[in-house]
């Protein structure tokens, strides 16, 4: 069975899966990282969304062969780390605001958050309502409104 390489939350593992096994299952069902959830398989409902590079993807859309050993793929569990903390600003404002409802999407939700800042922020602005609007995370429970605001709070203390 293929051997894959990559970082994981701050640390380098190997992992034995066939190349076609989407990532996702990978860290779920292999490595027990069970931050992201299942929910479409297609990329869909993001509630699987983690950071590959800083970057936010969907790990249910890439097969474990596209990920390269010096690849740094951040789950929600390894998020509080990339500042230092029990938990990242943006997890605090979730908390504050009191987001979740089942808080099965809430791990993609805050990890899709954190992308978008970090990247308004690196053309150096302020999150708006259009970068808001182009959130596609589904929420079963309808709690938009509370992202939002809480997308807002994090955005203030990352």
């Known amino acids: 069975m293929p051997s894959h390489t990559f970082k994981l939350n701050g640390e380098q593992i190997t992992v034995e899966a066939e190349d076609d096994v989407r990532l996702l299952w990978v860290l779920r069902d292999l490595l027990g990282v069970t931050g992201p959830k299942y929910g479409c398989g297609l990329g869909v409902c993001q509630a699987c969304t983690s950071h590959i590079n800083g970057k936010a993807f969907n790990p249910c859309s890439v097969p474990v062969s596209k990920i390269a050993p010096d690849d740094e793929v951040t789950t ?72 939002r605001e809480a997308i807002r709070a994090g955005a203030k203390n990352m």
Do not use: F, S
């Open 76 to 147: 929600i569990e390894g998020l509080p780390a990339t500042v230092g903390k029990d938990l990242h600003p943006m997890q605090e404002a979730w908390l504050d605001l009191d987001v979740a409802q089942c808080g099965y999407c809430q791990p993609g939700q805050i990890m899709t958050a954190v992308a978008k800042v970090r990247r308004a922020a690196e053309d150096g602005r302020d999150i708006t309502d259009a970068d808001l609007d182009e959130i596609r995370n589904i929420c079963r429970c309808g709690t938009y409104t509370r992202i």
